[in-house]
Structure formats: C-alpha cells, structure tokens
C-alpha cells in the first residue's frame, strides 16, 4: 500500500469515527442558519456543530495544508486532496466558514512577521477570532485604491480615522483586516494593511439591510481608533501589493463557493421543476425550460472542474493567478442564472414575500434571488474583473 493510499484509509477512518451524524450528508454545507464562523460571538444551535470544529481543528484540518506551527494540519497537496475527497464522500458539513481561513490566513503565511502568525493563525483555525474585511469606502470601490482612511503616526501607535462600507458582517465580527493610508502625497504607494479588534474604542458597525431583506453587509466608522504599531503587516506604505494578493484569494474562494452567500444554494432544479411544472416520463413537462436547465448544469458542472483544476495549479504555484478573475465573473453569472430559474420554475409561488401561501423554501428562494444581485458586485465588480482578465490574463492594453 503507497504512503497516499495509507492516509486515504487512516482519514477515513478516523472520519468515520469522528464525524457526528448531522454533520453528514450536506453536501459540504451546513443546514441554513447552523453555519459556524467562529468568533467570540458564536452560538450553536446544533450542539454537533461545536463538535465537529473542535474536532477538525485539534488536527489542523479546517487549514489543512498550513504548517502545523501555526495550528493547521501540515498537509501535502496531494493529502489535502484525499482528505476533500474523503470529506466529499460523506458530505462531510464544512466545519468552519471564516475569512480568516479564505484571506487573511493565506497572506499572513506570505506577508506576516513570525509574531503575528503565531498570534493570529492559530486562533484562525480554531474559529477562535472572526474577522471582517475593511477595504471599500463610499468614495473608493471599484476604485480601491482611492481610499482616504487616515492612518497617522502618533509615535507609540497609530491613530485611525475614516469610514468603510459594505463590511461584510462587521457588527458580528471580533477583529478586522483594514487598508488605511499612511501617505497622501501617493496613491498605491501610500497604502498600509493593518489588523485591530473590532472592541476597540471608536469603531462603530452600523447593519445595511438589503432587498433581500437581510443585513450582511455594514457601514463601518473609526474615529481616533489607537491600533498597536505592531499590528502593521508588511511594510509602511507596501499594502498595496497585500491587498491586491488577497483579492485574488477573496475572489477564488467566493467562486469556489466559499463564502456561503447566495452561491450554490440547496434546492436541485431539476426536483423544483418537477414539482411545480410536472414531469412526463422522468423529464420536466415544458421542453424550453428543461432545455435551460439542462445547459445550466452543463455550464456549471464545466465551471466546478474548471475550479479544481485551477485550485491545484494555484496550490503549485503558491498561490492563485489573475486568473480567478474569471472565476469570480462566471460565478456571479451562473448563481443569479440558477436564482432565477428557481423563481422561474416555481411560478407564482416563488414571488412570495411572507405570509400563508407560501413554504419557507419558496419564500427563500425570492430572497436568495433579489441577494444574488450582489454576487455581481462583492469581491470586485464583474467589469472590474473583466478589466483585470483584459489586462493581466489576455494581456491586452488600454486604448488611449
């Protein structure tokens, strides 16, 4: 038996004894509303839930392939893969959802001095700390770079002034990664990545509610906040290269299904149709509607190996390439594709709101509908990813 074939039935093993029972059959994702993102605030609804984090994180497996100095699991490539493989086999439910593991964790390993990453990732991979990410401003979205919250040297700390927006869970999270400027006389060059707790006096969440009628997304204000000098990653003015490496980390995941925020969703089209339209013989009974659902599944089915293959090539290159700007786009497009055949299928039940009539699923999948709208815009907009694709994956050059 190889080394991998080894691993294979030792991962299996011990999943299947240490796998609580609800935490199977998922298809990677946790039920609705029992998703564990860690965090001093977290409460489980489902005691297994608990569980299974801290069972997974005693072996380093939510971050299964970083170094086990720093509490992740030490894994090869290949044995991460046997263990997704193995994970996949059972549905194993993911046991942490945490930006700390998608963003953050990746560029400390790059970018951190050896105190912040013994600080700070362990804690990551035991959902011990949730962090938010503070990067767009009302004044600098699609043109990050722009931003103008100020970080000024104050000798023995900084103090930080200005306002994000669209800080995905802010009013939840415990510490936050933030892109402030500690230059005004340059643009790129004038940006700083730099890490505080959300407890800290002077930070304000204030919760955004969307059409969907959810509020995931917060405005967030800093007024005299005092950070640690030490809490700088990188160097003074070098954020610039920072944030634009966990862009690319942001986006890979968010295409991959990551973030868990209107992607992928758990209702198959195919049983919905059925339901709502009727099926003659095993098909759905409307040939235009199961035509589009059909080339929908082609599309995402490319689209899920497309992932795979360009997840393992990131993980031979240390890292994921421009070439996840793609990815992000193509997932927006095909989420709010499948929402809004969902709807779509569902006819007249699919347009409710609240109130009786109308089931849970249906009423969800006009929320998740109106949410996917966003899928467009967070992470990078679709045309700003078009632009990076032109740019740096084509190399074509801006017409002056």
Known sequence: MSDLESFRSEVRSWLDANCPPSMRGTSGRPAQGEEVWGG???????????????????????????????????????????????????????????FG????????????????K??????????????????????????????????????????????????????????IFCLVRTDTSKKHEGIS????????????ARPIRLISGSSPFCETF???????????VGRLNGGWEIAKRLLQYERQNISA???????????????????????VDGRIDD????????????????FALTVRRLADEAKTANGPSPAVSILKYAAARLNQERCELLVEAMGYQGLGWEGEGFGPAEVQAMRDMLRSKGNSIEGGTSEINLNVVAKRVLGLMDHQ
């Open 118 to 175: 013994r600080e700070h990732l362990p804690k990551i991979v035991r959902g011990e700390i949730r962090w938010c990410q503070g990067y767009s401003e009302p004044g600098a979205g699609s043109d990050l770079a722009g931003l103008r919250t100020r970080c000024e040297d104050r000798g023995d700390h900084y103090l930080i002034n200005g306002q994000k927006i669209w800080t995905s869970y802010a009013d939840q999270a415990d510490w």
């Open 287 to 302: 040939g235009d509607l199961r035509a589009r659902i059909a080339e929908h599944r082609m599309q995402a089915r490319a």
């Open 257 to 279: 299904g990551g973030f868990g925020s209107g992607f992928g969703g758990g209702l198959e089209l195919e049983d919905v149709a059925k339901k709502y339209v009727g099926e």
């Open 193 to 204: 990545f730099i890490l505080f707790d959300m407890a800290t006096p002077g930070v304000e």
């Open 222 to 232: 800093f007024t005299d906040v005092k950070v640690p000098k030490e809490n700088l």
């Open 40 to 98: 001093r605030r977290q409460t489980y609804k489902n005691p297994e839930a608990k569980l299974w984090l801290e069972r997974m994180a005693a072996k380093g497996w939510t971050a299964p392939t970083w170094p086990k100095a720093y509490g992740g699991g030490g894994l090869s490539r290949d044995e991460a893969k046997v263990l997704d493989s193995e994970m996949r086999r059972i549905g194993a439910a993911a046991p942490l959802l945490s």
């Open 101 to 116: 593991l998608w963003m953050l964790g990746p560029v400390l390993l790059e970018y951190g001095n050896e105190q912040q």
